[in-house]
Nanobody, 129 residues
C-alpha cells in the first residue's frame, strides 16, 4: 500500500504563487509515475501535470503550461507542484496520485485519472481576484 499526503494549499491573490507538496509513505513509489489532479466545485476532476519515475520527463495540461512546474525528490519520497501566476480559475482541491504500474508519462495516457491506483486526500487552493 501507498499513502499520499498533500500539503501547501491555501489562499492566495491572483498573480501569486504556491508550492504544493505530496509526501509518500508505505510501499516505494520511486519507480512510479506520479501526477497532480484538481477538482473545482461542481466540476469533474481535471489533470494538471505528471512526472515520470526519475523526474526527467514531465507532461502538463495546456491550461497550466508555462505557469506550473512539477518535480520530485525520490530520496525524500516527495513530489512538488510549483504554481506561479495563479488565476481564480485555478481554485480547486489539488490531489496527488501515483501509478505503480507505470514509470513513464505520455500524452493520451497520463491525463486519465483511472490510470492511477493511489490517491491523496487533497489540499485546497483558493485564488482570489
Amino acid at each position: 500500500q501507498v499513502q499520499l499526503v498533500e500539503s501547501g494549499g491555501g489562499l492566495v491573490q491572483a498573480g501569486g504563487s504556491l508550492r504544493l507538496s505530496c509526501t509518500a509513505s508505505g510501499r516505494t513509489t520511486g519507480s512510479s509515475a506520479m501526477a497532480w489532479f484538481r477538482q473545482a466545485p461542481g466540476k469533474e476532476r481535471e489533470f494538471v501535470a505528471a512526472v515520470n519515475w526519475n523526474g526527467g520527463s514531465t507532461y502538463y495540461a495546456e491550461s497550466v503550461k508555462g505557469r506550473f512546474s512539477i518535480s520530485r525528490d525520490n530520496a525524500k519520497r516527495m513530489m512538488f507542484l510549483q504554481m506561479n501566476t495563479l488565476k481564480p480559475e485555478d481554485t480547486a482541491v489539488y490531489s496527488c496520485a501515483a501509478d505503480t504500474y507505470e514509470s513513464s508519462v505520455r500524452p493520451g495516457y497520463s491525463e486519465h485519472a483511472d490510470q492511477y491506483n493511489y490517491w491523496g486526500q487533497g489540499t485546497q487552493v483558493t485564488v482570489s481576484s
